[in-house]
């Protein structure tokens, strides 16, 4: 109590004179800015003076170097924790009596770290520090101290009793609790915060209008919500307050995130005409969202915009350019906008090099590629993995294998991370040469260089074994995925699905079936499409239809294929309306016919000489445009008809043939129609 009327005297009697007494180290503390915090390199000493002397000192002379020879953990040692505290309490609020805020800082910041290294409990410090003198400066600090130590539960509480005491708290240690609240993605509490701000003060400024339009518009832990990102927006015109660069420039980010890049465009002409702040980075954000949409030619509409505006686009503009025409193959206009860049004394980063190395290997430029990627080596630089995936691609193209491989280690030794996928082109290259066994050695190379082969690997194995029928090594490597605790693809199951299928052990195949189903991967149109084939190629319609049917409860559409694969059973089986009503069901489910049904179908019903449905379906094939008659629809259709003798629908559909350039008649179909065609002609 005697402390607290002290205080509060030296506060109303000698008010002026503590701004008579600043030290010059205090003086050049107070011309920091408010938000950054001050580092002092040379460690604190442990205090040899005794404690009250000092205290005085500091009180009657405000004089900072003073009161830096005291630490608090130095003075708990000697002192006393209690002793210490009240003595620090008193220098601290001393300088906030005086408006010395940042000094207030780094005592309370000294007090924090003990009771962080001591494992106490911050929160009573609160009550030390507030219960001698309710300062303002005092709870601006502890909140800016709690909130840059993580310890955001503390500056909250400092917060809210701030406002049951009735104090008048600065908005940038507001501004500052805001912005840990959202780095540390704390929704409930950024949103709370800003409410009580909005309601009771202290009055937001651009700042934290600005903090919470990144928040909206970040993305991150949420979706970006721009609704709420534009009633910033609103609140910052209503309240007065002028937005600034960097205020639309995190709004345009956002806009951009969610795709509205028309809007983001309008708000930036918008913005020209006003003569409003913008900076080369608001309209980087829509020339990136729209590059990274396959945009290209509107993103360099901004681009061009951007400098008949006045403002000079950076790296960043160049770079986003020239990775997105690099990634759609348009070398030539990549190469305009990497020269443009050069002469605006630009130099390149290995960024813009891998997009060119991409770029090159997409549109097939290989010897282009290695060339930029020579220009690399001689500026000691690495491609990313992407694109050392793509150089050892190009070489296992050539003759010289070996010379990837040594290549492989050159990239590991100078930082490069290999993924699976830069193996699976040295496999790619081992099982086109028909030589898979050797393709097995890579894996444990593989081991030893830290990349642990994946799924993709072994698959790409299982394939080159099933494609020589050699089930046996396939299921070995099949069996070493699950001891290695590889979790298979649906792919990988269907490779040797279609194994078992062409090695005619249905049961297995569908056993497999069954156990990656219980595996939960979940089967595709090709899985379940091959085992349609299996079953219907050996007569077992039951178990056929049961899978089609399961494959439509699944939510599985069957795919033309698997309808074909019925249709053509019950066309062997004679059962044409079955298969036509099959057909039409098809249709309606939004399945097209391709050639191979339509073809499949007219010579069936030629066959059986229904020809009212075979000239509907060739019709209709023809009106429908998605693919066109072949020389075998024609070959059913006139062999038809010479038998039924009606010459005139032959010799027309011959001149038609004809046009089309299918002179040539298919002689399986028919020996009749083809001696007709031969002397008619």
């Known amino acids: ?45 442990k205090t040899t003076t005794k404690l009250p002397r000092l205290v005085s000192k500091v009180f009657k002379t405000l004089n900072w170097g003073v009161a830096r020879e005291i630490k608090f953990k130095g003075c708990v040692q000697i002192h006393g924790f209690e002793n210490s505290i009240n003595s620090f309490s008193i220098i601290i609020h ?31 410090l609160v009550s030390l520090l507030l219960d001698v003198e309710k300062s303002n400066v005092v709870f601006d600090m502890l909140i800016k101290v709690f909130a840059s130590n993580s310890m955001l539960e503390h500056a909250n509480y400092v917060f809210v009793r701030a406002k049951d005491d009735g104090i008048e708290l600065n908005i940038m240690s507001c501004n500052f609790l805001l912005k840990c609240l959202v780095e540390d993605n704390r929704v409930d509490g950024v949103r709370l915060l800003f409410e009580v701000l909005i309601k009771f003060g202290p009055r937001p ?33 209503m309240s007065g307050e002028t937005p600034n660069v960097v205020t639309y420039g995190t709004y345009i980010k956002g806009l951009c995130k969610v795709g509205l890049f028309g809007v983001a465009w309008r708000l930036i002409q918008n913005l020209c005409r006003k003569n409003q702040p913008l900076n080369n ?3 980087n954000a829509v020339i990136y969202g729209l590059c990274q949409g396959g945009i290209l030619d509107e993103a360099s509409e901004v681009f061009k915009e951007m400098k008949n505006s006045g403002i000079l686009p950076d790296v ?30 630009f130099s390149p980063s290995a960024f813009n090099y891998c997009s060119l190395i991409k770029g090159y290997y997409k549109s097939k430029q290989f010897a282009n590629a290695l060339k930029e990627f020579r220009i690399m080596q001689k500026l000691g630089m690495w491609p990313d993995t992407i694109a050392c995936n793509h150089i050892l691609s190009i070489y296992c193209r050539k003759p010289d294998f070996n010379k990837a491989l040594a290549l492989s280690e050159k990239f590991q030794e100078n930082g490069v991370h290999f993924n699976p996928y830069s193996y699976n082109e040295f496999i790619h290259r081992i099982c086109r040469g028909s030589v898979p066994e050797k393709a097995l050695q890579l894996l444990p190379v593989m081991l030893k260089r830290n990349v642990l082969p994946d799924v993709v690997n072994y698959s790409t194995l299982i394939s080159c074994f099933a494609k020589r029928l050699n089930s046996e090594k396939a299921v070995m490597l099949f069996i070493k995925m699950t001891k290695v605790g590889i979790t298979f693809n649906v792919k990988t199951y269907t490779i040797l699905i279609n ?8 049961d297995v195949a569908y056993r497999l079936f069954k156990g990656m189903k219980e595996s939960r991967v979940y089967p595709d149109q090709i899985a379940y499409t091959s085992l349609v084939a299996g079953f219907c190629n050996t007569g077992e319609m039951t178990r056929a239809r049961a899978l089609f049917d399961e494959m439509s409860r699944e939510g599985c559409s069957p795919n033309v294929v698997t309808y074909t694969c019925f249709i053509n059973e019950y066309l062997k089986l004679n059962k044409n309306n079955q298969a036509h009503k099959l057909y039409e069901k098809m249709k309606e489910r939004g399945v097209y016919p391709d050639q191979i049904l339509y073809t499949m179908l007219i010579a069936a019903f030629c066959n059986t000489g229904e020809m009212n449905r075979a000239e509907a379906l060739f019709d209709e094939m023809k009106q429908e445009g998605r693919c066109t008659p072949n020389v075998v629809m024609y070959t059913c259709l006139i062999n038809s008809y010479i038998k039924l003798n009606k010459r005139d629908q032959a010799e027309k559909l011959y001149e038609e043939m004809r046009a089309k350039g299918l002179s040539r008649l298919c002689s399986s179909e028919g020996s009749v129609s083809e001696s007709w065609c031969n002397s008619w002609s």
């Not at 339009?213 to 919500?225: I, K, P, T």
């Not at 020239?322 to 004394?345: L, P, V, Y």
């Not at 194994?499 to 249905?506: E, P």
């Open 1 to 45: 109590m005697a402390v607290k009327c002290l205080l509060r005297r030296r506060l109303h009697f000698h008010q002026t004179t503590f701004f008579r007494f600043y030290s010059p180290s205090s003086s050049a503390l107070m011309l920091q800015p408010e938000t950054e915090t001050p580092i002092f390199n040379t460690p604190l000493p």
């Open 94 to 124: 001393t300088y906030a009596l005086a408006g010395m805020s940042w000094e207030v800082f780094i005592l309370i910041r000294d007090i924090v770290t003990f009771y962080k290294e001591e494992n106490r409990d911050a929160g009573e």
């Open 205 to 237: 400024n651009i700042h934290t209008y600005t903090i919470m339009m990144n928040f909206f518009c970040r993305g991150v832990g949420c979706s970006v919500d721009i609704r709420r990102a534009s009633e910033i927006l609103g609140k910052i015109y």
């Open 281 to 283: 980075h608001c309209f």
């Open 316 to 345: 960043y503009s160049y770079s986003i350019l020239i990775d997105g025409f690099c990634r759609k193959g348009d070398m030539d206009s990549a190469i305009k906008f990497w020269e443009e860049m050069t002469s605006n004394n």
């Open 499 to 506: 194994l078992f299928i062409s090695d005619c052990k249905m």
